[in-house]
């Protein structure tokens, strides 16, 4: 999966808690959403994140299937604009909502 694209746009995702996550999610191993297994060609890589998991301050790197990653992310291609100054100014000049289309094009293929 190529996400050759502004780092940092995916922590930009709606997650579940981390604290209702079994250990293999938050290791990446399985989907964030749906729990099933993932590996390299079916992973989409949802950047690691710092969050307190169960009351204890850790990292954690979530993955997400396609099918479940697309779901939150056209969402927020939708809803970015509306939170987002380059867009407000100029929308083609925005890094973000262009790695998010082009995230959404190759997870719809």
């Given at each position: 999966m190529s996400t050759a694209t502004q780092p940092g746009f995916l922590t930009l995702l709606e997650l579940?808690?981390?604290e209702t996550l079994t250990a293999t999610q938050l290791g990446g191993a399985h989907c964030v959403?749906?729990?099933t297994e993932l590996h390299g060609d079916t992973a989409v890589d949802?950047?690691?994140r710092h969050d307190h998991i169960k009351g204890v301050p850790g990292r954690w790197c979530p993955r997400g299937c396609r099918?479940?990653?697309?779901k939150p992310l056209l969402?927020?291609?939708q809803v970015h604009p509306g939170i987002c100054e380059q867009c407000t100014d100029d929308?083609?000049?925005?890094?973000?909502?262009?790695?998010?289309r082009t995230l959404a094009r190759e997870l719809r293929r």
């Open positions: 579940p808690a981390p959403w749906c729990a949802l950047e690691p099918r479940c990653t697309l969402a927020l291609v929308a083609s000049l925005c890094e973000t909502r262009r790695a998010l």
